[in-house]
């Protein structure tokens, strides 16, 4: 597991599964529509990257490994590891909450004209579920991420993959969707930097409204 996980880290860090490195799989597995993995792993070679090619990823992903990683690791002194500790306790928790107070009460509710309530224990841990908005019966499910880069705002796109299956059951469960508010600083001030997601919920509340028998 912890293997793995290095790796993972390491491949995604140093952008070795990009696109400009792997090609472009997604349209490539569609094209080739293979039958089993022999076939696609033909394909692939043939028509995307060599072997050769892959190989050599491989060996970038080794020295970054065991060579860049430690250099790093070895320049952590006990007092960055402390101050990390206290930062991620005290500061982020501290502009958690206001992202929370601004971009959601500040905001969102002023938008939808509607209250948005905090979720419980549960369905943060269960749902990845921070807000609610109730309608009738029903609830919708709010996830906000604060984002302080563009590096980061793809990161919470990927956190949004890993967490869709949860996503899924709050909705087979509750009835309503649940909906990402991505959350920057601008000028001072916390705003929604995905404010399309405001008339996506709309659309959310007025389908539950039409259909009030129970979730």
């Known amino acids: 597991m912890a293997k793995e996980w290095i790796l993972n880290s390491a491949t995604n860090r140093f952008q070795l599964n990009f696109k400009r490195n792997v090609g472009a799989v997604s349209e490539a597995i569609r094209a080739c529509s293979p039958k089993n993995l ?77 209250p948005i309530h905090p979720a419980p224990d549960e369905w943060d841990r269960g749902y990845n579920v921070d807000f609610f908005i109730e309608v009738g ?46 959350s920057v600083k601008r000028g001072g001030k916390k705003v929604i930097d995905n404010p399309e997601v405001i008339e996506d919920i709309r659309l959310e509340i007025t389908r539950l409204r039409s259909n009030p028998e129970p979730a």
């Open 137 to 182: 019966n029903k609830f919708i499910g709010i996830q906000v991420k604060p984002a302080g880069s563009t590096a980061h705002i793809m990161q919470i796109h990927s956190e949004h993959k890993l967490q869709a299956a949860s996503h899924r059951r709050f909705t087979s469960e509750y009835g309503g969707g649940v909906f990402y508010i991505v």
């Open 38 to 114: 022999n076939e696609w792993r033909d394909y692939y070679y043939r028509n995307v990257r060599s072997k050769d090619h892959i190989d050599g990823l491989g060996r970038r992903l080794h020295t970054k490994v065991t060579e860049v990683l430690p250099a790093e690791i070895a320049g952590i002194s006990l007092n960055d590891c402390i101050d990390k500790m206290h930062q991620l306790v005290i500061d982020r928790t501290y502009d958690g909450y206001r992202t929370e107070i601004d971009t959601i009460h500040g905001q969102l509710a002023h938008e939808l004209d509607l």
